[in-house]
């Protein structure tokens, strides 16, 4: 009945992603690699859990 109100968890991981991947670009252009690399590597993660979720959807 109430289920219009629920979140979707993948929407909120792709959104999470997106807003990653956009941070690490701006970190590129400003020229810090370190931290370019640093945002990357969370938004893999995050890219991983989305896959997980795919995957236990389609089952």
Same mark, same amino acid.
């Given at each position: =009945?109430?289920?219009?109100? /629920?979140? %979707?968890?993948?929407?909120?991981?792709?959104?999470?992603? *997106? !807003?990653?991947?956009?941070?690490? =670009?701006?970190?590129?252009? /400003?020229? %810090?690699?370190?931290?370019?690399?640093?945002?990357?590597? *969370? !938004?893999?993660?995050?890219?991983?859990?989305?896959?997980?979720?795919?995957?236990?959807?389609?089952?």
């Amino acid at each position: =009945m109430f289920s219009i109100f /629920k979140s %979707d968890p993948l929407k909120k991981l792709n959104k999470r992603y *997106e !807003a990653k991947l956009e941070e690490a =670009m701006h970190l590129q252009r /400003k020229g %810090d690699i370190k931290g370019y690399s640093m945002v990357t590597a *969370e !938004a893999e993660k995050i890219a991983v859990e989305i896959k997980a979720l795919e995957s236990t959807a389609k089952s």
